[in-house]
């Protein structure tokens, strides 16, 4: 089991742009909001674990 740390750097409507915060990568992940925590946004660090973000 892997556990991933985001960060929320944009909002787009139904979608976000998270980066990855646990490793340098410059990609950022599209991923839609209905997956996502409803409080999130821009600035909000996420957990991703067992296919689910959690609030950090």
Do not use: F, H
């Not at 991933?4 to 992940?29: C, F, H, M, P, Q």
């Amino acid at each position: 089991m892997e556990t991933w740390y985001y960060e929320v750097v944009s909002i787009d409507g139904d979608y976000a742009n998270l980066k990855r915060t646990d490793i340098e990568l410059d990609d950022l992940k599209l991923v839609a909001r209905a997956l996502l925590p409803a409080e999130i946004m821009v600035g909000s660090k996420l957990k991703y674990e067992l296919m689910q973000y959690e609030m950090m």
